[in-house]
């Protein structure tokens, strides 16, 4: 009889947990699967615009013409400069007078002049200082255009030829950028350190481009206008295909593109999306075909 009982108890604990536990595995079934949240992406629309292949460059600015100012014969003092630094000649001003006088003769001031019409700079000696042929007094730059002087390497010796445009950026503005052209280059090349010199042609109104400043150049060696350009950041690698994600609905599709010129900013696509697709271009990392998306401002 004790063995009977222990076994309807055994046998009813049995059933107990068994039904606890479809109960649970019930409630777990019914339990509605969570919803992935949409990926946050930012976009902007696929436009006409330009891009350009550069080149990077740094030089030196001189004036279009820049002379520095000698003595012809004169040896003796200098009495005094007639022009100051930074004031504006023509060509045949008075810059300094020269006292020649020697002992026993005497000679009126001996007038050094501008060789060439411009800004006047490097008056760098004092009254009473010996001048004598050879002895700079003074240089005349003329600044109403100036030149960047860079020096172009072997290996980029085949990309750059004459009339390529440059963009100029220099320190004191830095806001600004200066448009140039390339109107010289060195048919030799230096053996010293395999370059050759070229100059850049600027227009420069305003004065703000002085000589002896330092300038950044991006020398653009191809440019083309008019194509569809996306932001760089937009494109990515995938498989060794070069995918973009265009908005479509409130889904990612990943679309595989062919581009041509790139630069540090902007990609052209010559083929894959059209004119006004929406691009993703932040969030894109990790996304796949289809997912859920959320446009963020």
């Given amino acids: 009889m004790k063995k009977l009982v222990i076994w309807i108890i055994i046998i009813a604990l049995v059933g107990l947990v068994g039904f606890r536990i479809s109960e649970k595995f019930k409630k777990v079934k019914e339990k509605p699967a969570e919803v992935a949240e949409p990926t946050e992406v930012t976009v902007e629309i696929a436009s006409y615009g330009s891009i350009a292949k550069t080149l990077p460059y740094i030089g030196n600015i001189v004036g279009s013409e820049q002379a520095y100012v000698f003595p012809v014969e004169e040896t003796g003092k200098l009495i005094k400069y007639i022009a100051k630094e930074g004031s504006i000649v023509s060509k045949g001003d ?24 411009g800004i006047v700079g490097n008056l760098n ?13 003074a240089m005349v730059a003329n600044i109403n255009a100036v030149k960047v002087e860079i020096n172009i ?3 980029d010796i085949s990309y750059v030829k004459t009339g390529n445009k440059a963009n100029i950026k220099v ?11 390339l109107t010289k280059i060195s048919p030799v090349l230096n053996p010293m350190n395999r370059t050759s010199q070229a100059s850049i042609s600027i227009v420069n109104p305003g ?9 950044n150049v991006d020398l653009i060696i191809e440019e083309h206008t008019n194509v569809i350009v996306v932001p760089q950041k937009a494109v990515i690698d995938n498989e060794n295909k070069k995918v973009v994600f265009v908005l479509n609905g409130e889904t990612a599709e990943m ?31 990790g996304l796949t075909n289809g997912a859920k998306v959320k446009i963020i401002k």
Avoid: C, W
């Fill in 255 to 285: 679309k595989e593109v062919s581009i041509g010129l790139e630069n540090n900013d902007f990609v052209e696509i010559l083929a894959g999306i059209n004119l006004g697709e929406q691009i993703i271009t932040l969030g894109n990392y």
């Fill in 125 to 137: 000696l004092d009254p009473g200082s010996m001048v004598a042929p050879g002895v700079p007094v």
């Fill in 153 to 155: 390497p072997e290996n």
């Fill in 171 to 181: 320190s004191s503005y830095p806001n600004d950028i200066f448009n140039g052209q």
């Fill in 207 to 215: 004065h703000k481009l002085r000589p002896g400043m330092f300038a």
């Fill in 94 to 117: 008075t810059i300094a007078l020269i006292d020649r006088n020697i002992k026993g003769m005497d000679f009126k001031p001996a007038v050094i002049n501008a060789p060439i019409s």
